[in-house]
């Protein structure tokens, strides 16, 4: 008797791993949409967008946290004369300053200043870390941070570009918005006025830079898919 | 006019020199007076005039993200009416600009519409206070994003309803957005805290997810509790509170206390009652609840006979009160069956015998079929005894049957008739087949446990004996097959007084049989006895009665 409930169990667990992975692999590939597919595709981009927004919010809330660290940190005295000279390499995009400018101007302009902002902000965040970490200017709290702005700033750039494809694939913008390689993003990644930036003016830029990139898209979402929660 | 010109002075002497005397003089002196007076003051008010204090630049507020107003408090005026000038310069650009409306937001304040207000844009703000004397600016002042400025107006309308449905009361708070804030655009998210306090407790904190309504649960009856609200635009500044509103949970258990007075009055009632009750039929309730136990006891057995300890009275008790296990009883039987002859007197005389008309215990279910010979099919010579449930026959009633029998069976001993081939054969013998089952002839084949051989009759002393394979159809004996198979065997022959020719065993042969096809034969066995002993086949041993061969064989003869 015991000599079978060996190779009987060996058979009975290998069964149940197979139904096991066979439903999981299974589940994997089962898309959340049913049958309504013009509605799922709108409910999946609202759920993107969601994400994403999501996302930038979150990237705002630690440069915001770094900035404000090292203001009391590095800054002590308000009054500087360095801050009103105060340039952000990312000062030529033009972006919209307001609620009526951002919703009057075209969404794929609007989707294009995205996109812009975040191909400009790829390699300074990464130097920033560098640096930071190199000459340990912040404490390891700060170091952590640094990084993870820097990870956050590549994978929103990505997540955007993955709205703007669905966004194109279901003809809710036209095939004009630049991607990755589009020239406008080469030449503000290309523009090295940003190795000169101090890091407290980079922190400063940056914390405004997420703040528009969070609040258009907002926008952008509210105008393209409005009843899902705006 | 000048207060020390020539011609002032030059009137002054004039008036003096003047022939109008005494009355123009004190008219003279008190003008005079006004005019010295007049002077002082000019004097003074000349000297303390100043170009305007320097204002200063308060603070800047965004209600809604579109729109700001920045205030301004300032200086001292210097005594002469001063006007006060706003300027700013945004972020990236030489141009200044003026304050596009110093009006809307009350005194000293400015007023950003939203064509002059820009988002992620640097202003510098100064503040310029402008009188007769001079101007005087104010400190600069920078709002390095409009984002930071931003703290909206309380919620409006925020309405505190007490939800006492069900059992469980909760709050149900309710509010509006702050006025001009746009939530639909997507341009702002807005965010609530709740805040809620029990009398002077600490408050707690709420943050509600959906944008008018809350539901708050955990509140006391009959405790006062004060709900205020306050929002947040996209991580800014909070706004202030909002006024407070005061609540009370109505108290429910002063509302239902008649309900339970009641309840309670209603259950005291039956629960006196029960205690009336129980405590007046104590020994009633006490006897149900509590059946007393019956102590063991044995029928027929004096308990306090038992314990006087006398001998015979102990024998007395135990055994003519016991139910002895067939097999002794069989054999007193088959003793006294064995003891029997022809004539009645020496039965009836035998003591033993006479002892045993007291009981006879016979197993219990078992019925006592005793049939004459003389009358097969009536019975009413007959007695049919049946046994009751305690195992104990009448007395009397047994005596009376054993006689008849007895006396019927005498006669017709010789007759060697075939009628009592039906049933039992009883002859006088007194053999009493017990049955297990109620029935006549040919009934089941239920077990009836003894292995004996029927006794057909008598004969002097010669005991017929009926063989198995023999048996008659009408005989009732179940089981024989099946007790062959114990440690009994059947006999098959009887030889002389005191031998008794076994069977051998071929019980496979005789269970095959059905019982209807029996027939009786009957065997002289006395006639082959005399011509020898047939002790090869099987086991010779000796005759106990009914060919039940016991091992230890008891044999009288007369």
Known sequence: MTAHIRPVCAVWVGMVCLVFCSRLSGMKAASICGNAQAECHFLSLANLFDRVIQHSARMHGISNDLHSEFELYFLPSKNQVSRVGRNCHTSNILTPNGKENAQRIEREELTEVIMKLLAAWRDPLWHFHQSVARNHRFNGYGSNKSLEMSDMAHELRKGVQKVVEKMQTLGVISNSVGGLASPEALLAADGSGWRFMKDSDLLYCFRRDSNKIQNYLKILKCRIVPEHGC | ?558
């Open chain 2, 1 to 558: 006019m000048s207060l020390l010109a020539p011609s002032y002075l030059r009137d002054i002497l004039k008036r003096c020199s003047s022939s109008e005397t005494l009355r123009s003089n004190k008219q003279l002196f008190h003008s005079i007076e006004a005019d010295l007076i007049t002077l002082l003051l000019l004097l003074s008010v000349r000297l303390c005039a100043s170009p305007p204090g320097k204002p200063v630049l308060i603070g800047c507020r965004s209600p809604e993200k579109e729109t700001f107003t920045c205030w301004w408090e300032p200086g001292f005026n210097g005594g002469l009416p001063t006007r006060h000038r706003l300027f700013y310069e945004k972020e990236g650009s030489e141009e200044v600009h003026e304050c596009p409306d110093y009006w809307s937001a009350g005194k000293n304040s400015c007023f950003f519409g939203k064509e002059q207000t820009s988002i992620w844009v640097e202003y510098s703000l100064t503040v310029v206070a402008f009188n007769a004397l001079g101007n005087t600016s104010s400190d600069l002042f920078k709002i390095d994003d409009v984002m930071k400025i931003v703290k909206p107006y309380t919620p409006e309308n925020v309405t505190v309803l007490v939800n006492d449905t069900a059992n469980t009361p909760y709050l149900c708070v309710s509010w509006n957005h702050p006025p001009k804030v746009d939530t639909k655009s997507g341009w702002t998210t807005i965010k609530y805290e709740l805040r809620v306090q029990k009398e002077d407790n600490k408050p707690e904190i709420f943050h509600p997810n959906k944008k008018n309504s809350f539901k708050v649960y955990n509140v006391d009856p009959g405790a006062t509790y004060t709900v205020d609200m306050r929002c947040q635009l996209d991580q800014s500044s909070w706004s202030e509170w909002s006024t407070a509103s005061v609540v009370k949970i109505p108290n429910y258990f002063q509302n239902e206390k008649p309900f339970w007075i009641l309840v309670s009055i209603f259950s005291v009632i039956p629960l006196l009652a029960t205690i009336c009750i129980v405590v007046l039929k104590r020994k009633f309730v006490k006897q149900w609840l509590l059946p007393p136990v019956p102590g063991p006891k044995i029928r027929g057995v004096d308990v306090q006979l038992l314990k006087s300890g006398r001998a015979e009275d102990v024998i007395n008790a135990l055994i003519g009160n016991q139910n002895f296990p067939p097999a002794a009883a069989w054999m007193d039987q088959t003793e006294e069956y064995l003891l029997v002859s022809d004539s009645n007197d020496w039965l009836l005389t035998d003591p033993y015998i006479s002892q045993k008309k007291k009981s006879l215990v016979i197993p219990a279910g078992v019925q006592l079929e005793i049939q004459c010979r003389t009358s097969a099919p009536a019975q009413s010579d007959c007695e049919n005894a049946e046994v009751g449930k305690d195992g104990k026959v009448e007395p009397d009633h047994l005596a009376q049957t054993k006689e008849s029998v007895l006396n019927v069976a005498a006669p017709s001993v010789s007759s060697g008739s075939k009628e009592a081939a039906s049933g039992n054969a009883a002859g006088p013998t007194g053999y009493v087949d017990i049955q297990q089952h109620k029935g006549t002839q040919g009934a089941g084949p239920n077990a009836a446990q003894w292995d004996y051989s029927w006794v057909k009759e008598v004969n002097g002393e010669t005991i017929f004996i009926l063989k198995n394979e023999d048996a008659a159809a009408g005989l009732d004996v179940p089981g024989w097959e099946e007790n062959t198979a114990a440690d009994y065997s059947r006999v098959k022959e009887v030889n002389g007084d005191d031998v008794v020719l076994l069977q051998k065993h071929d019980s496979a042969d005789s269970s095959c049989k059905k019982k209807e096809d029996r027939s009786a034969e009957w065997t002289n066995q006395k006639a082959k006895s005399r011509h020898g002993s047939d002790c090869g086949k099987g086991a010779c041993l000796q005759i106990a009665g009914n060919g039940y061969v016991d091992s230890v064989p008891r044999f009288y003869v007369e």
